[in-house]
């Protein structure tokens, strides 16, 4: 069963509770003149997705498909969407798409930078590449700049069948998350560089008022201090000798 949320202005959160994990896999369609969806999901969920996309607009007229890092959650199904939406581009990185995705996707991938600009009608998007946060090299997090919505994937990702959204903090929720990874077969998942907190950093200067998050509640109302934090729970949790 897939829950829908509007948690902003034409930003729609699908969301798809799996209890044998605990954990919520949520997807984001944004309706616009070019609709665009966030995550194309796992191929097992294809047909709940598309059911619920087909109560908010016809798939078909889906234009874009985008989503952080090249994972069978982030895109595992976006041949599927490609199949059933003639004119949808796939949008990820350019690392994104000239490692991986070009080679797996239906169509060419339209890979993006910080300086690239895509519009949507109403919205206005960048790709701002975030190596290995929260993981592979092909990592990055969208930006929606009209009503700063940070599509962040697996940042401030949190366990349980928990709220659409939330303004509570989501520090301690992502902490108990990365600490019960490291317990488990997962272990390492989010690494820890010299390199992340400058780039957590960078994406705190955006001043997101929406975090839109893959796996638990998203969040509402500033961000940036959100963001500063995640750099020292990363470091407590994964720089160990």
């Known amino acids: 069963m897939t829950t829908i949320t509007e948690i902003a202005p034409d930003l729609f959160r699908l969301s798809i509770y799996v209890p044998d994990f605990d954990m919520q896999f949520n997807h984001f369609l944004v309706r616009d003149e070019e609709p665009l969806l966030f995550h194309s999901g796992l191929k097992a969920m294809f047909p709940a997705l598309r059911e619920a996309v087909q109560q908010l607009m016809d798939p078909a007229n889906l234009r874009h498909i ?21 004119q949808a581009q796939p949008v990820c990185t350019l690392v994104g798409k000239l490692v991986s995705v070009d080679d797996f996707s239906i169509r060419p991938a339209r890979g993006m930078t910080s300086h690239d600009l895509l519009c949507t009608g109403q919205y ?57 990874m490291q317990k488990g077969p997962l272990a390492g998942y989010l690494p820890y560089t010299r390199h992340t907190e400058g780039v957590l950093r960078s994406l705190a200067g955006l001043k997101p008022q929406t975090l839109a998050v893959m796996h638990g509640s998203s969040f509402s109302g500033p961000a940036d201090r959100l963001l500063l934090d995640l750099a020292g729970v990363i470091q407590a949790t994964f720089d160990q000798p």
């Open 66 to 86: 985008a989503w952080s890092h090249f994972e069978s959650d982030e895109c595992g199904a976006l041949n599927d969407w490609l199949q059933l939406a003639p």
């Open 124 to 180: 206005r998007y960048r790709f701002f590449p975030s190596p290995h946060i929260p993981h592979g090299w092909d990592a990055g997090v969208l930006f929606e700049e009209t009503r700063k919505t940070l599509f962040c994937s697996d940042l401030f990702h949190h366990f349980g069948n928990v709220e659409p959204l939330t303004s509570s903090d989501l520090i301690e929720p992502s902490r108990q998350a990365m600490q019960q």
